[in-house]
């Protein structure tokens, strides 16, 4: 995998690399939807296997495609805010490092030239792509996604966490994972 021997070699990651974890992450040259979310949580982390989880399955659900689709089509690519696993915290899993997206987003968005969609999943990748404030309420750039189109496309996590979210903001799946697919279907038509 491109990148693969050099993340691992890189200091940043040391503690992750002497612990036999590979990164967990997927680009492909290919591809021309991409997803950028947070940072793996510890299943996806043990197969590495992006999206490998019940959020994955209810991601593939929103994005309206199947699992074969999304994992073997060539046309989605998986880029986290950080490729480890960063470890439990209080409430959920710790945050990503901010590190290692200023470090390697860059040089692996470089060998993706073809993406016509970028979904931006959770207030990690949000902040960091669209230059958000601390004190920007997620809920509030979620609202205003077509502010962000054509380049990005910013939704909630699909976490099982946020189904109290889900269900204070039905206008989430009633009119945002709808063009959600629309966008979808039209990048992979294009192909």
């Known amino acids: 995998m491109l990148f693969e021997d050099e993340i691992m070699a890189d200091p940043l990651n040391a503690e992750f690399t002497k612990k036999g974890w590979r990164p967990v992450y997927w680009i492909d040259e290919q591809a021309r939807i991409l997803i950028i979310g947070q940072a793996p949580g510890r299943k996806v982390q043990d197969t590495g296997i992006m999206w490998n989880d019940a959020s994955g399955d209810r991601l ?17 690519a998986v880029l986290p805010m950080d490729c480890y696993y960063p470890g439990k915290a209080s409430s959920g ?19 993706m030239p073809d993406i016509k969609l970028t979904i931006l999943i959770g207030s990690y990748a949000q902040r960091y792509y669209l230059g958000l404030s601390r004190q920007a309420r997620i809920t ?19 976490s099982p966490r946020n189904n109290i979210w889900l269900k204070r903001n039905p206008w989430f799946e009633q009119e945002v994972i709808p063009e959600l697919q629309k966008k979808v279907q039209a990048v992979m038509k294009e192909s």
């Open 140 to 158: 509030d750039v979620i609202q205003n996604y077509q502010s962000y189109l054509p380049k990005y496309l910013p939704i909630v996590h699909p």
């Open 60 to 76: 593939r659900e929103w994005l309206g495609v199947d699992r074969d689709t999304f994992y073997h089509s060539g046309l989605f």
């Open 93 to 111: 899993d710790k945050p990503p490092r901010k590190e290692f997206a200023e470090q390697w987003h860059t040089r692996m968005l470089a060998k």
